[in-house]
């Protein structure tokens, strides 16, 4: 994926990787530069508070089970990264 850098030395990060990284407006991340000249980014650390509420759509007439949770909340963590 090619990003191009502005006069400013900005560069907009392509929509794939924000939503894969999952950054939003204001976030930070960091950049990794290697002894062999790689660069990379990683995400920001997030509070689990930023995923509050990712199960109220759900509504299910009981608590769900700990295995319950995990299956949906990584449902929606690969709907999230899609192409």
Do not use: C, W
Request: no cysteine.
């Amino acid at each position: 994926m090619k990003a191009t850098i502005t006069s400013k030395g900005q560069v907009t990060i392509p929509k794939p990787v924000r939503d894969f990284l999952n950054i939003n407006k204001s976030d930070q991340i960091d950049f990794t530069i290697t002894k062999s000249g790689k660069v990379f980014v990683e995400m920001p650390k997030q509070s689990i508070a930023r995923h509050g509420g990712m199960l109220t759509a759900y509504k299910p007439d009981k608590a769900l089970t700990i295995e319950q949770m995990d299956k949906i909340i990584q449902e929606e963590l690969i709907q999230k990264v899609k192409p």
